[in-house]
C-alpha cells in the first residue's frame, strides 16, 4: 500500500494525518473510489471530474489542477506497483480548529491510497447474491445531497450494519416516499422485458460511474434503459436484477426479500453486460508509466 499526502508518497506506517482534519472530525470533505486493471486507472477523467464536481458544490477549493491531480493518482498507483488494484481518493477540508465553522481551516488536503479490494467473493458473480430492503432511508436532497460523494457516509454505514445484522451482505435502501434508491455502496438496475431500467437521479442516488458505463454498454447493444421511480414491486417482479459499482463492478441479484427474481439466477443480459464490462476494463482508462508527469505540489486556488 502507498499513500500520498499533499505532494508526498508515503508507506502505509509513515502516513499521517492530524486530528484536527476537519474530514475526519466532522466528514468535511469529498472522495472518489476508483480502480486499476493491468496498469490501467479506469475511467479516472470521469472519476476526477466528479471530485471536483463534488467539491465545488460544498464550497471546498482543490488545491491542485485537475492535471496534476491525474498526475498524482498515477504515480501513487506506479508507485505501489500493483497491476490490479483500487485506489481512494480523498480531498479534506484541511486541518482547522474545534467547531464546524470552515474558514479556520486554512488548506485543504489531498489524499490518494493505492490498495487491492476485494468487495464480494467470485462465486457471487456466477451464481448471484441474494439481498434486502431495509428501514433507513436514503438521505433527502434537502439534507446531504446523496448526489454528492462526501465523507459524510454514515447514513450507508447503517445500512449496511441493518444488512449485516440481517445476515446479508447487501441491502437496498428506499426514498423517505418509499421508492427504491440505491444499495448501501451500488447502484440498482434491472431488466424487465428486455430493456433496462435504474432509478432516476430525483431519488436520491449517486451518479455512478460504472453505472454510466453500463447505460452506455446497453445503448451499443441496443437494448432500451430508462430512468424511472421503481418501487420493490418493480423489483419483485423484475426478469433480471444487478448491482452496479467502482468496486462491485456488476454483480447480479437472483433474490430481493426472499423472492426469487426471474429465474432464480443470473439472467442472460446480465451475464452479457458482465462480460461487455470486463473487456472495457482492459482498454479504457489512464495507462500507468506512460502518462504519467510528477505531481505538481498543492496550491490554494484552482
Known amino acids: 500500500m502507498k499513500i500520498y499526502i499533499n505532494g508526498t508518497i508515503y508507506d502505509e506506517p509513515d502516513a499521517k494525518i492530524s486530528v484536527l482534519d476537519h474530514g475526519l472530525l466532522y466528514g468535511d470533505g469529498v472522495f472518489e473510489g476508483i480502480r486499476f486493471y493491468n496498469n490501467r486507472v479506469f475511467k479516472l477523467v470521469e472519476h476526477i471530474d466528479r471530485l471536483y464536481e463534488s467539491a465545488h458544490a460544498i464550497l471546498l477549493d482543490v488545491p491542485m489542477s485537475k492535471q496534476a491531480m491525474t498526475a498524482a493518482v498515477v504515480n501513487t498507483v506506479a508507485a505501489d506497483g500493483k497491476r490490479d488494484g483500487y485506489v481512494r481518493l480523498i480531498v479534506t477540508r484541511g486541518v482547522g480548529k474545534l467547531g464546524l465553522n470552515p474558514h479556520h481551516c486554512e488548506q485543504p488536503q489531498v489524499i ?177 508509466g506512460t502518462a504519467a508527469r510528477p505531481a505538481q505540489p498543492p496550491r490554494t486556488t484552482q
Open 112 to 288: 490518494i491510497i493505492a490498495d487491492s479490494i476485494t468487495l464480494y467473493p467470485e462465486d457471487l458473480y456466477r451464481n448471484g447474491m441474494d439481498i434486502i430492503t431495509i428501514p433507513t432511508r436514503r438521505n433527502v436532497h434537502e439534507a446531504v445531497n446523496p448526489r454528492l460523494k462526501s465523507l459524510n457516509y454514515l447514513n450507508n454505514v447503517l445500512a449496511k450494519i441493518e444488512a449485516l445484522n440481517c445476515g446479508y451482505s447487501e441491502a437496498i435502501m428506499l426514498t423517505a416516499e418509499g421508492y427504491v434508491a440505491e444499495a448501501t455502496g451500488d447502484n440498482v438496475f434491472l431488466v424487465k422485458r428486455g430493456a433496462l431500467k435504474t432509478p432516476s437521479t430525483d431519488m436520491g442516488i449517486l451518479e455512478g460511474v460504472t453505472r454510466q458505463a453500463v447505460i452506455t454498454l446497453a445503448a451499443e447493444r441496443r437494448l432500451p434503459v430508462a430512468e424511472a421511480r421503481l418501487t420493490r414491486h418493480d423489483l419483485y417482479t423484475a426478469d433480471e436484477c444487478f448491482l452496479t459499482g467502482t468496486a462491485a463492478e456488476i454483480i447480479p441479484v437472483i433474490k430481493i426479500d426472499g423472492r426469487a427474481i426471474g429465474s432464480g439466477a443470473p439472467g442472460p443480459i446480465t451475464l452479457d453486460l458482465i462480460k461487455a464490462f470486463r473487456k472495457l476494463t482492459e482498454v479504457d482508462g489512464v495507462e500507468v
